[in-house]
């Protein structure tokens, strides 16, 4: 196998990126051309993904934005290559972003991407390396107003994971599968008595094409 074979060259954006990221466009490029190099070859993203980067990751990644309240402190766990959290923050320069992930590769990916990113747009973001339940990792993170994940844990052990994270009044904003959809009505029970209130499906990016989604939102209730 050849290098270019391991490594393919990140896909053209479509039409529709320069409208999503706006002046973030050279960072979100910058990103996919990670994700396309260093994310194959560290073994964070699969080599048939590239062609498909824009539409089903990074475009896709950013129509969470559609569900983030202007200002929020978001916190993105299990965060992996940086989705949905690198997106959602090129796409929303307003939100204070956290990326949490347990896996060191991965954090050095997520280190290097927020460096290399901050040189070509200012990105204030913060990476912290532990797993969303543990105590140092709710302590490092302070206070925030929403928590996303993408296809990190079905939703009852996500919402037992985040605990910690999700104050009364936190969101939860899951990016997730057709089959947990289908499910969601059977662990609303399950959900609400963990906690959680107005548990619903939300369909996001509807002017992204192939790339829009729904996720699950939920709020943490009074304790």
């Given at each position: 196998?050849?290098?270019?074979?391991?490594?393919?060259?990140?896909?053209?954006?479509?039409?529709?990126?320069?409208?999503?990221?706006?002046?973030?466009?050279?960072?979100?490029?910058?990103?996919?051309?990670?994700?396309?190099?260093?994310?194959?070859?560290?073994?964070?993203?699969?080599?048939?993904?590239?062609?498909?980067?824009?539409?089903?990751?990074?475009?896709?990644?950013?129509?969470?934005?559609?569900?983030?309240?202007?200002?929020?402190?978001?916190?993105?766990?299990?965060?992996?290559?940086?989705?949905?959290?690198?997106?959602?923050?090129?796409?929303?320069?307003?939100?204070?972003?956290?990326?949490?992930?347990?896996?060191?590769?991965?954090?050095?990916?997520l280190?290097?991407?927020?460096?290399?990113?901050?040189?070509?747009?200012?990105?204030?973001?913060?990476?912290?390396?532990?797993?969303?339940?543990?105590?140092?990792?709710?302590?490092a993170?302070?206070?925030?107003?929403?928590?996303?994940?993408?296809?990190?844990?079905?939703?009852?052990?996500?919402?037992?994971?985040?605990?910690?994270?999700?104050?009364?009044?936190?969101?939860?904003?899951?990016?997730?599968?057709?089959?947990?959809?289908?499910?969601?009505?059977?662990?609303?029970?399950?959900?609400?008595?963990?906690?959680?209130?107005?548990?619903?499906?939300?369909?996001?990016?509807?002017?992204?094409?192939?790339a829009?989604?729904?996720?699950?939102?939920?709020?943490?209730?009074?304790?």
């Amino acid at each position: 196998m050849t290098e270019a074979e391991r490594t393919p060259e990140a896909p053209p954006p479509p039409p529709v990126a320069a409208e999503v990221f706006g002046d973030a466009l050279p960072a979100a490029l910058a990103f996919v051309a990670k994700l396309a190099s260093d994310g194959v070859t560290r073994g964070l993203i699969g080599p048939r993904e590239v062609p498909r980067l824009w539409e089903r990751h990074v475009l896709n990644s950013a129509a969470v934005a559609e569900a983030v309240p202007e200002g929020a402190r978001v916190v993105d766990v299990g965060s992996g290559a940086g989705l949905p959290g690198i997106p959602l923050g090129l796409a929303r320069p307003d939100v204070a972003l956290t990326l949490v992930e347990p896996m060191a590769r991965r954090v050095e990916f997520l280190q290097e991407a927020v460096s290399e990113l901050s040189e070509v747009q200012r990105t204030p973001w913060r990476v912290l390396r532990g797993r969303a339940e543990e105590r140092s990792v709710a302590v490092a993170v302070g206070e925030v107003d929403v928590v996303t994940a993408r296809a990190v844990a079905p939703l009852p052990r996500l919402v037992g994971w985040c605990r910690g994270l999700l104050r009364p009044g936190t969101q939860l904003v899951a990016l997730v599968g057709a089959r947990a959809l289908e499910e969601l009505p059977s662990l609303v029970p399950e959900l609400e008595a963990a906690g959680m209130r107005d548990i619903h499906p939300r369909a996001v990016g509807a002017s992204l094409g192939s790339a829009a989604t729904t996720v699950v939102v939920m709020t943490r209730g009074a304790r």
